[in-house]
Each structure stands twice: as structure tokens, then as C-alpha cells.
């Protein structure tokens, strides 16, 4: 049996939120990552995996547990391990060649070697006849090579990618793809695994060989997926396909768990994290949904390219559905509900009222609000105060995220009205 190169062990990470209360966002995260492969955590944004990735790193401390690399504890960032940015941190004042160099520079290798390092490590990501180029004179694609010679500079065992490609084109994050497979298939790098944090699905299957699939509210390993398919992989192959749908599949099923389906006693609290989802986007999808004639049910993959949507694009969208009850999710296929193809055939006003039926009925937070308006002698109240009540369960940022949600659902339905400059909320018309 092969021996691991890092091991993670029971790793938890909380953030203090005030003297008696943390938010926990990593919960007992167990894995281990081999010589010979690469290994690609997928899940939504917000679920833990960049957090994950800077402790691995060493860059963060673990609230509880352990990370192992060869053998002995990360409690500080290790020569052997370096990480790809998803941003691509260039320092504008200094040419490809001096970024490049800084890492060795750093460590205190003397400015020959460092400099023949450097010109090794741009020759091997394609960047020859750049040397002397500032950032500014860069593409995107080209600032991220720059991104990963400076990785690969410090001749790494572990290369640690936190969505390097994501703020790519898709043209050139492809490319770029393709080229990082050339450069771990070559003999020119030292890497040994490299560990990649992704949301996008086809990006995990085009370059993993396993992948670990991430769910949320807390962070953790819901299920490891074998590839098993040869490099180079066309995305249009029958098996690479097959794979895509499978990890669909389980991505809606291990994403959706925690929601109600339909239908379900169980319903949702008042510290849910609602998706940051727009009505414009749940209006688009219920149209879009509507439009395959002749289908109950949708494949999720067809729709998300169909509609040239990414996991992180598409995913929240139809969690909004499933809360609202427009829309049931289930192995890897959605279809509408009664109540959504109603508010697909309803005109304006109409619409208004279905969904704010939907909002009282199976929104508890937003029904919390309507009811504390409807109380209070001024029908009215400070944002302030329902935002303290969110972060009595979430993040300042998860609440101020929440509560714009609330806000923006619950006008749309004429529940409530909003007043930006004073953060009043109140009764359009108070009986």
C-alpha cells in the first residue's frame, strides 16, 4: 500500500464569534493524499475548502486535529509544500523574472542560483521572452503562469491550487488546464501530489484522480469519487460524461440533504443559510424549466450547460427552488412542483401573491420578520435587529448575506418594504 504524503486528521476550524459562541466551519475532515496523484476538493463557494487548503498549507491553525506531511506535523507553512493562488498576488512593481524569484529570495538563495531557478521554472510554464514584462503587461492566463512558476520555483512535493483557474476566460483556463497536466505528466517538476480546490465539476474530472466531494455548514468529506479515466480526457467521451452526471447526482443529493424535499415534515429553521439567489434568477429558472415541453424531469448537467452555468451558478438557484417548494431535486434531475409551473403561467400580480405564500409558509426567518412588524405599534423595525438575530447562528457576513435575501424576496412579494438609507423595515399599507 502506498504511503501518504499528507495526512488530515479529524481537522476542525472555528472562529470565534464572541466570548461564549464560535462558528464552526471544518467539522472531523479526514483524508490523506498519495505520491502519484492528484486529488481535486470540489463544493460550493462558502463551504470551508480554501480555509481547508491554508491549513494544509500551514498557513492557518487547525481549531482541533492535525495535519501530517511526511510524517511529522504542519504547524507552519513547510518547504515542501506551496500553493497556487486563485488571485494571482503579482507584485506590480517587479518583472515576471523577480516575481518568480521572490520565494527563493526569501529563503536566502544566493541571486545566481535563484535566477537560474527562475528562468527554469518560466521555460517550464511557457512563459520564455517574458522575463522582462511587468504585471501590467500581462493577460490573465499569463499572470497565473506567472502565479504557478513562483509555485514551482521552490521545487515543491505538494503543489496546493485554490481555484487557479476560476478567474480565467474559459478558453484559457482550458488551456492553462491542459498544460499543468503536461507539466505533472513531464519530468521537468518535482511535484510528487498536487491538491486542487475546485467548484467547477468537469474541471475536477478533466484533471483528478480522485475527487473528494465537500459539503457544507460545517465543512466536510461527504464522499471520495475514483476517476479511473486515462489523460489527456475529452470532455465529450461517453465515460468523462458519465462521470460528470454521477458526481451531479451526488453533489444534488449529498447538497440537498439538509433541505426539506417534497414533501417532508421536517422543515427548515430560522438559522438556515438561504442561498444568495436574486428573484430575477428563480423567475429565469422557473421559465427555463417550463420550456422543456414534453419533460417533467430535467438532467442537470444538460441544463447547466445549456444555460453555460457552473456548479456555483446553478446550485443555489435551484436550492432557492427546493426551500420555496418550486422545485424537487433529486439524482442529479429537477422538476417542477404545482406551485412553480402556477407561478410560471401567472401573470404579474399574480405571481406576487403564489410567492409570497411560499416565502410565509416555508420561510421561517421571513415569516419572523412579517410577524414583527405586524406587532410593533409602528409597524416597523431597525435592520439592525434582525440582523443580531442571525448572528446569534451565522457569520456577520452569512447574516448581512441572509438578510439581504429576506429583503429582497420579501419586497418582491410586497411583504415588506425596505427603506436603504434609514435600515427601516415596515408595513407598506399597516392595517
Same mark, same amino acid.
Given at each position: /500500500?502506498?504511503?501518504?504524503i ?12 464572541? @466570548?461564549?459562541?464560535?462558528l ?7 483524508f490523506?493524499?498519495? #505520491? ?13 475548502k ?11 491553525? !487547525? ?8 510524517e511529522?506535523?504542519?504547524?507552519? !507553512?513547510?518547504p515542501?509544500?506551496? /500553493? ?37 521554472a518560466?521555460d ?17 492566463? /499569463? ?53 486542487l ?13 480522485r475527487i ?50 417534497? !414533501? ?25 424549466l ?18 453555460h452555468?457552473?456548479?456555483? #451558478?446553478?446550485? !443555489?438557484?435551484? #436550492? ?6 418550486? @422545485? ?48 410593533s ?6 435592520e ?10 451565522l ?36 392595517e
Amino acid at each position: /500500500m502506498r504511503k501518504p504524503i499528507i495526512q488530515v486528521k479529524d481537522v476542525q476550524k472555528s472562529f470565534k464569534k464572541t @466570548a461564549n459562541h464560535a462558528l464552526l466551519v471544518l467539522d472531523r475532515v479526514n483524508f490523506a493524499i498519495h #505520491e502519484g496523484e492528484i486529488v481535486a476538493l470540489l463544493g460550493r463557494s462558502g463551504s470551508g475548502k480554501s480555509t481547508l487548503l491554508r491549513i494544509i498549507a500551514g498557513l492557518v491553525a !487547525p481549531s482541533a486535529g492535525e495535519v501530517i506531511f511526511r510524517e511529522h506535523a504542519v504547524t507552519h !507553512p513547510e518547504p515542501g509544500l506551496t /500553493m497556487v493562488f486563485q488571485h494571482f498576488a503579482l507584485l506590480p512593481w517587479l518583472t515576471v523574472l523577480e516575481n518568480v524569484e521572490l520565494g527563493l529570495e526569501a529563503r536566502g538563495v544566493s541571486r545566481p542560483e535563484r535566477r537560474a531557478k527562475a528562468l527554469e521554472a518560466i521555460d517550464i510554464v511557457g512563459l520564455d521572452g517574458f522575463e522582462s514584462a511587468y504585471p501590467k503587461e500581462l493577460s490573465g492566463g /499569463m499572470a497565473q503562469r506567472v502565479g504557478l512558476a513562483r509555485a514551482l520555483v521552490v521545487d515543491p512535493e505538494v503543489l496546493l491550487m485554490d481555484e487557479p483557474f476560476s478567474a480565467l476566460d474559459v478558453l484559457t483556463a482550458e488551456n492553462l488546464r491542459s498544460d499543468l497536466i503536461d507539466i505533472w505528466r513531464g519530468d521537468k517538476a518535482n511535484i510528487k501530489s498536487v491538491l486542487l480546490v475546485t467548484h467547477n465539476i468537469e474541471e475536477a474530472v478533466s484533471l483528478a484522480d480522485r475527487i473528494l466531494v465537500f459539503g457544507d455548514n460545517p465543512g466536510h468529506v461527504r464522499q471520495e469519487v475514483q476517476v479511473n479515466l486515462p489523460y489527456p480526457r475529452n470532455s465529450e467521451d461517453a465515460r468523462f460524461r458519465a462521470r460528470v452526471d454521477e458526481i451531479y447526482s451526488l453533489m444534488t443529493t449529498t447538497a440537498l440533504e439538509r433541505m426539506p424535499a417534497i !414533501p417532508k415534515t421536517r422543515t427548515i429553521g430560522m438559522e438556515y443559510r438561504l442561498p444568495k439567489v436574486q428573484i430575477s434568477e428563480i423567475l429565469g429558472l422557473l421559465e427555463e424549466l417550463a420550456s422543456y415541453e414534453g419533460r417533467i424531469r430535467v438532467d442537470l448537467p444538460e441544463l447547466a450547460e445549456n444555460l453555460h452555468f457552473e456548479i456555483n #451558478e446553478l446550485f !443555489p438557484i435551484c #436550492e432557492a427552488l427546493e426551500v420555496l417548494r418550486l @422545485a424537487q431535486v433529486s439524482a442529479g434531475d429537477i422538476e417542477l412542483t404545482a406551485v412553480g409551473r402556477d407561478i410560471v403561467n401567472a401573470d404579474i400580480q399574480e405571481r406576487k401573491k403564489l410567492f409570497a405564500t411560499q416565502l410565509m409558509q416555508h420561510i421561517p426567518f421571513v415569516r419572523f420578520v412579517r410577524e414583527v412588524l405586524d406587532t410593533s405599534p409602528t409597524h416597523e423595525e431597525r435592520e439592525k435587529f434582525f440582523l443580531e438575530r442571525l448572528e446569534s447562528h451565522l457569520s456577520e457576513q452569512a447574516a448581512e448575506e441572509v438578510m439581504t435575501v429576506v429583503i429582497d424576496w420579501g419586497r418582491y412579494a410586497e411583504l415588506f418594504a425596505y427603506d436603504y438609507n434609514s435600515g427601516i423595515l415596515s408595513l407598506e399599507n399597516p392595517e
